[in-house]
């Protein structure tokens, strides 16, 4: 209730400083305004006092000139003297003379009413002619007669200008008063509402978008600033609780995380593909607990041991963890085919959920420049998000399909779910956003374009409403490994030997040599269901013979994998493990460790048999 009454607050008095605000500049436009009339005003009126004082001074120079002329004309100089003693002059003129054209004085008064300083700076000689007009041919002439000199007197006009410059200031420093007063009154209404804001706003539990709609625009960057204050201090709690978290579940998970690896370990009378499920799924929690452990040290600046910081291991005779010295990439098919299975059997089989996958010929041996639990982990979250698209009465239907796109390869995952709207597809990247999901974090869609952005990949979601959703991932490709094997080679009269607890792989192979036979090719198959089986008939065989030893991994029933057997019987030059277990790091180490190709099993049906005529296997 208290974040709600602060944050109209906010909105209320943020209204109401724009209002001020503006009041404020018309305020000082106007003052400013007067203060420049009044300035104005006075330079105009010591204007107009200078223009009728030079006025006055001319008007009298003509008067004497006009009775000068008459006098110098008739020679009579006493009337002249008398009419110059009784001109009425103005206090700045201090003495008139009249000089005859040689410039000898024949007429003269003072101005007993001024207070003139003959030693004075200030005053000034105005000289004007007495002159008569006569005409010549085509023009008008004048002759000078004599002229009369003017004392003028300017400190008086002096002093008026110093009055009318200090009335002026003192009156725009009256006004500058004024305006000063009324406009800090102004500024501290509007400063004021604004730091009672951010004071409100610093108390607030989460920063409101909405908050400063009606904020003026120039303190909109502080206000943003604030925003991201709000937004970094809140990640940063969230990211301590979780790093917390994190580091507390992943020590506590991992005494049981070991006991299922050890169960697992006895499940021998378990189907194989459901064995290597379970493998497949503890594998993934193996992967996620890591990333939990390494969360939860982030940030501190003492390292663990390395026996606190590596992960539980799946083969503890496989030494350090290969992930941790080896740039990690994925084979794209097996990701696929390994969520998929997991996926159909998290959701009650195919009776229940249908995911086609659609695997095109030019990616079955292509992999790409991302560690396997991430991609996994990603494409497990994007399918769960198709399949909770969908009602509670429908039977979920999600399609995969994956194909090179020149350096990249494209996986596409549709859904005909309930869709989400257009204007929420760009938000489903952001942290914490979702939609239409009860309890969902808002993590899933944010840590996957994270992790795709940071190897140079893309990821764009497009939907539609009650149509479906559709999600475009584009991995750059990366180098298929020296281990990896893209297809079997052989002679055109060598034996592959298939070792499997699956008849269906033999079968699988069967199917392929007769097809390679079809060619003219001698080739032969045989197959064996168990380690045990394959070494009572090995023991007696011709070794002139070329073969090829087909190996899967784990049997059932059975302790010995199919690394100890092709290691034990020194096979590794003419063998295969084709496993489901192509993506565990370990099995990999030890495959490049004693020379040993790998194939998956879910691109065995796609490899092709290449038959070398005339060259040993």
Not at 275 to 288: D, E, H, Y
Not at 461 to 473: C, P, Q
Request: glycine letters at 6%; a neutral charge.
């Amino acid at each position: 209730m208290d974040q709600v009454k602060a944050k109209l607050k906010i909105r209320h008095l943020f209204g109401n400083s724009l209002i001020r605000t503006l009041r404020a500049i018309v305020f000082l436009i106007i003052a400013s305004s007067i203060a420049l009339s009044f300035v104005t005003l006075a330079v105009f009126a010591y204007q107009t006092f200078s223009s009728e004082r030079e006025q006055t001074i001319v008007a009298i120079a003509t008067s004497i000139s006009k009775s000068a002329s008459r006098s110098l004309s008739l020679g009579d100089f006493t009337g002249l003297e008398n009419s110059l003693q009784g001109t009425r002059l103005p206090e700045f003129i201090c003495s008139i003379r009249v000089l005859n054209d040689a410039r000898s004085q024949i007429a003269s008064t003072i101005n007993r009413e001024s207070n003139c300083n003959e030693d004075s700076d200030s005053q000034e000689h105005r000289t004007f002619p007495i002159a008569d007009e006569f005409e010549l041919p085509g023009a008008i002439n004048k002759k000078i007669n004599g002229f009369v000199e003017l004392n003028i007197d300017h400190s008086g006009l002096r002093r008026r200008f110093l009055h009318l410059v200090i009335a002026a200031l003192m009156g725009y420093a009256a006004f500058l008063g004024i305006v000063l007063f009324f406009s800090s009154r102004v500024i501290l209404q509007v400063i004021s509402p604004l730091t009672e804001s951010v004071e409100t706003a610093s108390r607030l539990k989460t920063f409101d978008n909405t908050l400063f709609e009606k904020a003026p625009i120039e303190i909109r960057p502080l206000l943003e600033k604030l925003e991201n204050l709000f937004q970094t201090k809140a990640q940063l709690e969230i990211d301590a609780r979780v790093a917390k978290i994190a580091a507390q579940v992943a020590h506590d998970i991992r005494s049981p995380l070991s006991a299922l690896l050890m169960a697992e370990s006895q499940l021998t009378d378990t189907r194989d593909d459901v064995r290597n499920l379970i493998k497949a799924a503890l594998k993934r929690i193996q992967a996620i607990v890591s990333d939990l452990r390494h969360a939860g040290a982030a940030g501190k600046k003492s390292s663990q041991s390395n026996q606190d910081s590596d992960p539980v291991k799946l083969d503890a005779s496989a030494g350090t963890n290969p992930a941790s010295t080896r740039k990690l990439t994925s084979h794209v098919v097996s990701s696929i085919e390994a969520i998929v299975t997991e996926k159909i059997f998290e959701y009650g089989g195919h009776e229940k959920i249908t995911i086609d996958s659609v695997i095109h010929d030019d990616v079955i041996d292509k992999f790409v420049s991302m560690e396997n639990s991430t991609l996994n982990r990603i494409l497990s979250n994007i399918i769960n998000n198709s399949i909770e698209a969908f009602h509670e009465d429908q039977k979920p239907q999600v399609f995969i399909e994956s194909r090179l796109q020149g350096q990249y390869c494209e996986i596409v995952i549709k859904d005909t779910g309930r869709g989400i709207p257009k204007h929420l597809l760009p938000l489903l990247f952001n942290r914490g956003k979702s939609f239409n999901k009860s309890g969902g974090s808002g993590l899933g869609l944010y840590h996957a374009k994270e992790a795709i952005d940071a190897i140079g990949g893309q990821i764009s979601i497009d939907s539609e409403l009650n149509r479906g959703t559709t999600v475009s991932i584009r991995l750059p490709i990366a180098t298929i490994p020296e281990y990896f094997a893209t297809k079997v080679c052989c002679t055109d009269k060598s034996e592959l030997i298939s070792i499997d607890d699956d008849a269906s792989i033999h079968l699988m192979w069967a199917k392929k040599v007769e097809a390679a036979n079809t060619f003219g090719n001698s080739l032969t198959h045989r197959s064996f269901l168990s380690p045990e089986e394959f070494r009572g008939w090995y023991r007696g065989v011709d070794a002139s013979i070329s073969r090829i030893f087909l190996v899967d991994f784990s049997f059932s029933k059975n302790y010995e994998t199919g690394l100890d057997l092709i290691e034990s019987l020194n096979l590794s030059s003419h063998a295969i493990l084709v496993t489901s277990m192509s993506d565990d790091q370990n099995v990999i180490a030890r495959c490049e460790r004693i020379g040993i190709k790998l194939m998956p099993k879910s691109i065995a049906g796609k490899v092709k048999i290449e038959v070398l005529k005339n060259r040993g296997a």
